[in-house]
């Protein structure tokens, strides 16, 4: 059975989410990183997406069925929905995988590559002032 939801506050998407087997994401448009692909992760569901929605996301496949044919996606669909093993094996890899990608010591590597370290000074309008305060 499929349902699709309008707009859902937090806690109905929570709600939403603690009753759902896996995640369907059949994307055929967009680009860039999929907020709902990754919400998905974080909340621990098997998903099944296209390659448009795996579009930014380092090493999706270890983490993500990715299918783009109706038959391959189907399969992959019925092999969760079964509980088969294997299929399920990808969830085992969400937490080191979002923490690796996404934790906050990515992000302040990030931010320091881009900015540089805490307390770096930058000309602005004429004037040296810190750039940004990363804690440590």
Not at 25 to 50: M, S
Not at 78 to 94: D, F, H, M, S, T
């Amino acid at each position: 059975r499929v349902v699709v939801y309008g707009y859902l506050s937090d806690q109905e998407l929570d709600a939403l989410y603690a009753r759902t087997r896996q995640v369907i994401a059949p994307l055929r448009f967009g680009a860039g990183v999929k907020g709902k692909i990754l919400e998905a992760i974080q909340k621990n569901r098997p998903l099944v997406t296209t390659s448009i929605g795996m579009e930014g996301i380092p090493d999706a496949d270890t983490v993500m069925h990715i299918a783009d044919s109706v038959d391959e996606f189907a399969a992959r669909v019925i092999a969760i929905q079964r509980g088969e093993p294997e299929a399920l094996a990808k969830v085992e890899a969400y937490p080191a995988w979002l923490q690796a990608n996404f934790g906050k010591e990515k992000a302040a590597r990030i931010i320091r590559e881009d900015f540089g370290p805490p307390g770096k000074t930058l000309p602005v309008n004429g004037q040296c002032e810190p750039l940004l305060q990363v804690a440590e």
